[in-house]
């Protein structure tokens, strides 16, 4: 109302303005402002949000860093290769010859021999602005899971474009599977995490039907489980679905027998493990739950183990309690928080803390490896052991960071 009188009144004073007393123009300021805030909460709450957010909530506090989860600075004991050259080497395979196989996000393929980089291929259209900004991506392709077949050739999961072979030495590429033929009808988003079986079957996942990698934050946050498990048989072209419903489904590792395979679910940090033999063939059962950090891919180490790389840790930094815990369980604040805060600075909320899990078969953390302030990495992708070394991904780091194993 008085808002209304003052703006009568200002028609006035702007003809007369030294008429206006002091008073009056603070009043007009005021009311200024408070229409601005009041535009501001209105604009804000019509805004659609980017995301549908669910609620999610923890078992419980992250465990303690104690016992097998104690802090050291095993990770801090590597050196960083192809700095500058390399950024975002997000999984490894490797060669009877040595030759060890990776792709970053520039969406280029290469193989490492004897510590020279050559490159393969461009998963995408070869662009120079690819690796220059996320925007990209979708042309430039992301590969993220691969492995060689029985006959030598590359098997590579690129992230938006669908399931690949390629020639190893020449380059050659050949689409199997495209992203958008999907499986059941349902495009693929997000292909991630890929194995071979001893029979040439093709494992993968697709971590989301909603959210390509590069919005992966936005997945993270929305906790939606529309991820799924599944089958490529490359003989048939025949694509099949193991798994839906899964809560951004990422790295996947076979036990040794190949009778279980582990699968990571990294938005809500649980490790699940999915029966391929035996009397629960085709069933799953979570394996590890309430992790202290999310998980990303899980390779079978050479002493029958499993080794988990930890993208993002859940546990307290010095000032706040993990953000994703604190949020979880409010939708509406996920929601707005996601109309407010731009996607590329949410990296800036993310710790720099290394982490490697070392599990048993049953899930059972048997040891892990810190690198508490990030000086060699951070937001480990992959841990490929192989030839006394051990190679360690992420998904956006301009460098490769190495272990070598004492013998
Ligand atoms: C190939 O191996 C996988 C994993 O052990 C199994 O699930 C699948 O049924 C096998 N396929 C054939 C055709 O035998
Ligand atoms: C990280 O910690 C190590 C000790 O573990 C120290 O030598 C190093 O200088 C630290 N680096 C940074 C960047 O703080």
Known sequence: MKCWAIAEKSTHWIKYPRQGRFAERIMIRRCALFVAVL??????????????????IFEGPPPALEGPLKVN??????????????KGPESFTADEEGNVYTGTVDGKLW??????????????????????STDYEPVCGRPHGLRLDSEGQLIVADSYLGLFRVNPQSGEKTLLLSSKEG?????????????????????????????????????????????????????????????????????IAFSPEEDFLLMAETSIGRILRYW??????????????????????????????????????RFPGRLLPPFLDLIGPYPVIKRFMTKVVPLSWYSVLLPRYGLVLELGPNGEVLDSLHDPNGSLTWAVSDVFQHGGRVYLGNTELPFLPVLEEAR
């Open 39 to 56: 535009a501001v909460i209105v604009g804000l709450y019509l805004m659609p949000s980017p995301i549908d957010p669910e609620p999610f």
């Open 73 to 86: 600075n095993r990770l801090q004991q590597g050196r960083r290769l192809f700095s500058g050259q390399l």
């Open 111 to 132: 193989r490492i021999h004897q510590d020279q980089l050559h490159f393969i291929t461009q998963m995408g259209q070869n662009i120079p602005e690819c690796g220059t």
């Open 183 to 251: 499986a059941d009808g349902i495009p693929f988003g997000f292909l991630n995490g890929l194995e071979i079986s001893g029979n040439g079957t093709v494992f993968f996942t697709d971590s989301s039907s909603r959210w390509g990698r590069r919005h992966v934050r936005y997945e993270v946050i929305e906790t939606n489980h529309l991820g799924r498990l599944l089958t490529y048989d490359p003989e048939t072209g025949l694509v099949k679905t193991l798994l839906d419903s899964l809560y951004m489904p990422n790295g």
């Open 276 to 313: 391929l033999k035996g009397p629960k063939a085709g069933t799953k059962e979570v394996l590890l739950n309430n992790m202290p950090g999310y998980p990303d891919n899980i390779r079978a180490s050479d002493r029958g183990t499993f080794l988990v790389g930890i993208t993002t840790i």
